[in-house]
């Protein structure tokens, strides 16, 4: 048997290797990719080896001593496969960070009312919802709208009682995860969320972004019917059934009068006070 043979079956396993690499999962992130090529090299290499071990020891026997000193342990087609398969990781890894860049940067669609813009339509249109005060997700056991699906999937664990996340500070159940993580910040103190103009920090984020208003002014929940703007799609939704639905929410539970606002009907009992 001679020095060609083996590096000519060489040549074939390191054909074999690289063919196997470029037929891995597609449905494997970039890290397991790597481990999984890592994984062939390695059950190539140690089969490789093995096999010309037995080779250079038959060799060996039979008088062909050269060959043990000579060429016929070479690994060296293990680094280049290596190198290759890093080399398409990284450029496959750079492109995917371009493209996630690219598409932040890509805010085409700009909402007319307030200004803000976003990459997709579809967020677009989800985003003006706050502005419409349309809320199509119905809750089918009590009738609680929402303007997004997923917040009418989360409100729905609210009537099936299920509260599988418990906190192991205070025994505390969540049927969330999130409302889990949020809570448990309660215990640590920690408050991640820090504005940017005052320093005043927050547990939750959609607490922040609400303080943040404050500093810019925005109100970005504008009533269809009279134009007057609030910070909170709850401050919006409460001017409305108050002042355009006609509503009288507030009753006197002396008399009877009702009341558009509440401030009004506190008003009212100080008549009833002075009787």
């Known amino acids: 048997m001679d020095i060609g043979l083996i590096k000519q079956e060489s040549k074939e396993i390191e054909e074999a290797a690289l063919e196997e690499h470029y037929e891995y ?132 664990l609210s009537h099936t009682g299920e509260r599988p996340y418990m906190c192991n500070v205070c025994n505390r159940s969540f049927a969330l995860h999130c409302n889990l993580k949020t809570h448990i910040l309660t215990h640590t103190g920690e408050r991640p969320h820090i504005c940017k103009f005052c320093g005043k920090s927050f547990i939750q984020l959609c607490n922040l972004k609400k303080h943040v208003m404050i500093h810019t002014g925005e109100r970005p929940h504008a009533c269809s019917e009279c134009g007057k703007c609030f910070r909170e799609a709850g401050g919006l939704k409460k001017h409305f059934h108050v002042l355009h639905t006609g509503v009288l929410p507030h009753e006197c539970s002396a008399c009877g009068k009702r009341f558009k606002r509440k401030c009004d009907l506190r008003e009212h009992l100080q008549i009833h006070k002075q009787e």
């Open 25 to 156: 999962p597609w449905n494997l992130n970039f890290i397991e990719v790597k481990e999984y090529a890592k994984g062939i090299i390695k059950d190539e290499c140690d089969e490789y080896e093995k096999d010309s071990h037995d080779k250079m020891q038959q060799m060996e026997i039979e008088g062909e001593d050269a060959v043990v000193n000579g060429e016929g342990r070479d690994n060296r087609y293990i680094t280049p496969i290596k190198e290759e398969v890093d080399n398409n990781i990284t450029i496959e890894e750079n492109a995917n960070v371009n493209q996630e860049a690219k598409e932040k940067e890509v805010r085409s669609h700009e909402c007319e009312m307030c200004k803000k813009r976003y990459s997709k339509q579809s967020k677009l249109q989800r985003h003006f919802l706050v502005h419409t005060g349309e809320r199509p997700y119905i809750c089918k056991v009590c009738n609680k709208s929402f303007a997004e699906k997923g917040k009418l999937k989360r409100h729905s």
